[in-house]
């Protein structure tokens, strides 16, 4: 149960601390994804590329939001803090995405 926990914890503390503009972008991400997905089984694939998406999204979003002018350093920070993910934060965030585009997977089916 400690372990269940603490993953719900590590994904209100993602849900938390994101801002207007990374919440906006991966609303608009996870409803592509789910419109885009063929059935639950390619929910995982879906979800890696949504994730992968939702990074570059964010990189952009650094580069104009943030008036970043040096690519090369803000790639550099951003692959170190990559490196030092943890894995809870990384699990946390691939639940979050995978759960809502399957929502979004299903009501879109329900439509139909």
Do not use: C
Not at 43 to 52: D, E, K, Q, Y
């Amino acid at each position: 149960m400690s372990v269940l926990l603490q993953v719900w914890h590590a994904i209100q503390a993602v849900v938390a601390s994101a801002d207007y503009y990374t919440l906006g972008a991966a609303v608009v991400i996870i409803i592509i994804a789910g419109f885009l997905i063929e059935g639950v089984r390619s929910i995982v694939p879906a979800t890696l590329a949504a994730l992968l998406a939702f990074v570059l999204v964010k990189f952009a979003l650094a580069l104009s939001v943030g008036n970043q002018h040096d690519v090369e350093a803000l790639a550099r920070a951003d692959w170190r803090a990559f490196v030092d993910l943890k894995m809870l934060v990384l699990l946390a965030h691939a639940l979050i995405f995978g759960v809502l585009i399957s929502v979004v997977s299903t009501i879109r089916s329900m439509i139909r």
